[in-house]
């Protein structure tokens, strides 16, 4: 939660430079204008560099930057001694230029078909790059203008009433807007089958006014605090709604096998004779509604109980109109072909495909309602034998609402998935020559009717790309310990330690059947995660541990603190999909021709390697007694590069990989002024 506005007229300033020309500023500005009225601005503003650099010589010479403004306008009017209202309106303007994918690898083993295309061109980009002495963080994509631009403003107003010493009334109401328009190249391709380009899949904006995702919400939420004159029982009852509406049509264009400047203006070739663009719109709406209470009863003064119920009710609608446009052969005198994509909606002639139309509207489709409803509860239990100890045992039910993805075709709906989670813990404090505290947590969740991301694969020929769809598939467990220790030594040095193990297990998997309308076009599907393994990001081990030495100097001089954090996270699968496509890395019968200059990480690509990160900063507050704030700091001291996600594109013939931020540095200094 943002800080609130004060009594005190006050603020401070700062501005920020460092590597990949790094220039970021900041301002707070907080004013009283009455005893009962007060206002505080806050302003960002922020701009660096890619670190991913671009090598094929059109469109951007680097991706992952960082462009953006932001703002937050807070209110707080006292009405009367027992009624205050707290206004806050924040608006954020990001215009980058997206991640950048990297090719890593490719099937040498296909040869025909598109498979065989898709692999020897990414072999041939690979080549490239390697001739190229490319390493992790260069790129060779092929996107003439990529872009992703958002804005989000929204406002929240909260009124509390103290209508007496043991009833508070809270009303909390909000709304908001996101828009979004984007041009990227999905898989970090610059693909040739001989000296003809083509783009393997690649996304723009649908028109110069739509939006690929705009949509409004607005929530309510009114709740009423009570306790009993004796403050052994504390209880709040409460009301929510939240009601999520389209602002227009939701819509973009993706190629496939095309090679275009622009699809915005459909200024597309169709090189290999079977390319297409998918021009794709929807509406969502989505409201969810719930009534819920608890209590928290004070059994003796070490024994308490905690107790909650809610009734969520949620409804999904969504309306989708989805063509797929067959580019013209001139050489081969093949027509422009428009189709609905959506093959079991809107059925054409030929099973598996969908019926040719003269315009998109002809394609549009309104769901079935996506309703659920559940309740969901939690008891907790806590015992405090001393000020400073406590031991505490929660259960909690869990619930998650089902959903609709037009774009999954045959699979565009899921159901509910649910999780019991049981947890028990303590937290301790200490004081003296060393003070500070110890928490820890051990926990077990148990998931049923799991929604689960699968790679819905298709049927070579059918002119289809892979998908993803969410499917009801699952059971899974978690469990795990949770650790958080401070402790400070002599008042000038402080050790902060995190740690979390967990353990996660896939229990079951049963994929849903494919219908026999589209079996022509599906193949199956590709799971993320296998039965008996873990789950997707789910480190078994993760270790936080900083250090913060403050200096024995004079205050004339001011505050100095020098601080180091590691982070240690261990290895973890982004998505098993590829464990079918890559029985081994290494020899002549190599499934994989790998990029040279990046290491070996593991023997699945979908395999996300352990980390090993260090951060340092260094503090000098109070600058020789002056309301001026020095800081340094360095991320990733050690410059390691490693994979934070995956493609999973290896049944398409390649592979790709994002990686993280190499070492950055900054240097900070704030400008604190006022009362």
Sequence with gaps: MPQKPTDRLEGWVEGSAGGYNLMRGQMVLNVPLADTFKVRVTVDRNKRDGYVKNHSGTGADDFANVNYFAARLSIVADLTPDLENYTVATYSHSFGRGYGSRLIACDQRQTTGILGINAQAACAQIARQNARGDGPLDSDISNPNP????????????????????????????????????SNNLNGDNFFLGTTPFQVTFQDVFDTTSNQAAESGFTEELQLHGKTGDGRFDWQLGAYVELSRPLGWNQGRTGAYVNCTSICDIACTNPLGFGSITQASQKASFDSKGLYAQGTYKLTDQLSMTAGLRYTWDTTKVSARSSRLNLAVPAAGVPQILRCSDPLNNPGATPGTGKVVTDINQCLYTYPLNKSHAPTWMVDLEYKPASDLLFYAKYARGYRTGGINPNNFGFEAWDPEKVDTYELGAKASFHGAVSGYFNITGFYNDFSNQQLSVGVSPVLGSGFAGSTAVVNAGKSRLSGIEVDLSATFFDSLRFDLGYAYLDTELKSFVPPTIPPALSSVFAGFTQNQIVGGPLSLSPKHRVTLTGTYTLPVSEHLGRISLSATYVYTSAQYFSRADDAFVPFLDGTNSVQLRTANIPLWDANLGRLPATNLVNLNLNWNEFLGQPIDLSAFVTNVTNQIYPVATGSTLSQGYETAIFGAPRMWGIRIKYRFGS
Aim: without cysteine; glycine residues 0%.
């Design 147 to 182: 872009f992703v631009n958002q804005r989000t403003w929204q406002v929240i107003n909260t009124t509390t009433w103290q209508a007496s010493d043991d009833l508070t009334v809270k009303n909390i109401a909000s709304y908001s807007e996101f828009r979004e328009r984007l």
